[in-house]
């Protein structure tokens, strides 16, 4: 047997009106996820447990079958899994972004893109070495990571009071309080301060400016946390696997999680994502594996944009180059196999962040669901089918076993 979660991240949302009232995966052309679904049981997981951020490192966290309550210490000590960097018992990593800020007239600060313009990997290595070079220190070192999202590892314990928020929850809006609260951490301050005078006058930034691209012109610190000790999937379940992403927060949980780290080139965690290498390296995985988790960014990233067509792209994208090639395969050789269907959170394009609501999701199993509904994949069905007597699973180790068929 095949086991294949397949993460449209960020995917879920509410009626937009300029998509005539649907929701983007109601407007989105999915016809593959139409086949499964009419086929397929519908379910609904908790994906953030109260108290929790509605952040994908919660989410993706019960996805895989961990207890964020147990398990959860920050989102960047699992970027730094993924990176490579090996955390002391008395470091603290942070996720590290590359920004542009604009200072208002009144002296307020505007966070213009948590992006800076979905910056290149190659652009941004020689911002945040240039960085390290300047203000690197005893206390703090940066790594490079892809695109905008970058990692520092602080040496000690920071000082109580940062209160730290993640960028994309404050696109367009005024940050000028947050931001001051890193002056209850002198190195941290310190380092964004001198960051900004790095970044002013780089070459990186002259050529993006002439090019009409937006500068990143700042650095935010975010999602810090300690390296958590987790079992891995092969030990708690007794199969081995391989995960692909684009974004080193997925990666690092699967390095964690004890799946295999493909990665691939191209692959951006955007628009213009390299998907069909995504799925090849999917199917690859299955041939010598029993489960395959393919997450894809894109839909997150348009709902944090506030793009509504640009997010029924990702999902069509989604549905085509990814949902369509794996599971042929798996038909095409005549494989068993079990597919889930997901997003990890809502990313409501009015709200152009994270919603922590129970996500909708669907199981199709090639060995035929006895009993099919006929029901087609989306928010609101999925939803009344729980009102028919559809499973809803609070605890995502609950769902992860009922995915495997553990009990």
Not at 71 to 83: D, F, I, K, N, Q
Not at 140 to 165: E, F, K, N, Q
Request: overall charge negative; glycine content about 8%.
């Amino acid at each position: 047997m095949k086991y294949v979660l397949l993460i449209g991240d960020g995917m879920g949302d509410v009626p937009v009106p300029q998509l005539n009232d649907q929701t983007p995966l109601e407007a989105a052309r999915t016809p593959t996820m139409d086949r499964l679904s009419v086929e397929a049981e519908k379910l609904l997981l908790h994906t953030v447990p109260e108290g929790y951020p509605p952040g994908s490192d919660v989410a993706n966290l019960s996805l895989l079958g961990y207890a964020p309550e147990r398990y959860y210490t920050g989102r960047a000590p699992l970027e730094a899994a993924s990176m490579g960097v090996e955390l002391a018992s008395d470091e603290v990593a942070f996720r590290c972004n590359l920004v542009n800020i604009q200072q208002q007239a009144d002296e307020c600060l505007l966070m213009k893109d948590y992006s800076a313009g979905h910056i290149t990997t190659k652009e941004s290595t020689q911002l945040i070495n240039s960085i390290q070079e300047q203000c690197g220190n005893s206390v703090i070192r940066l790594h490079p990571g892809i695109s905008y999202r970058h990692l520092l590892v602080y040496s000690g314990t920071p000082a109580a009071g940062v209160d730290t928020v993640p960028p994309h929850d404050y696109s367009e809006q005024e940050v000028t309080a947050h931001y001051h609260r890193y002056k209850n951490d002198s190195h941290l301050f310190a380092l964004m301060e001198k960051a900004r005078i790095v970044l002013a006058d780089h070459p990186v930034n002259r050529q993006r400016v002439i090019d009409g691209k937006l500068p990143a012109n700042a650095i935010w610190l975010w999602g810090e946390g300690k390296r958590p000790a987790m079992e891995t999937i092969p030990q708690l379940y007794g199969v081995h696997g391989g995960m692909i992403s684009a974004v080193d927060l997925l990666m690092g949980l699967g390095v964690l999680s004890g799946l295999e780290v493909v990665k691939v080139e191209g692959a951006t965690g955007y628009l213009d994502t390299n998907y069909a290498g995504k799925a090849e390296a999917a199917i690859g995985v299955l041939k010598n594996r029993d489960l395959v988790v393919v997450h894809v960014e894109a839909p997150d990233e348009t709902g944090h944009q506030g793009l509504a067509a640009e997010k029924v792209q990702a999902i069509e994208d989604f549905d085509e180059k990814i949902v369509r090639p794996i599971v042929e395969s798996l038909e095409d050789q005549g494989e068993e196999f079990r597919v889930v269907v997901t997003m990890d959170h809502y990313t409501p394009i009015h709200r152009r962040t994270h919603e922590g609501w129970p996500v909708p999701l669907f199981l199709y199993d090639s060995r035929k669901n006895p009993n099919p509904d006929g029901i087609l994949y989306s928010e609101k069905n999925v939803l009344g089918a729980m009102a028919n007597g559809g499973k809803e699973f609070v605890s995502g180790t609950d769902f992860f076993r009922y995915f495997l068929e553990r009990g």
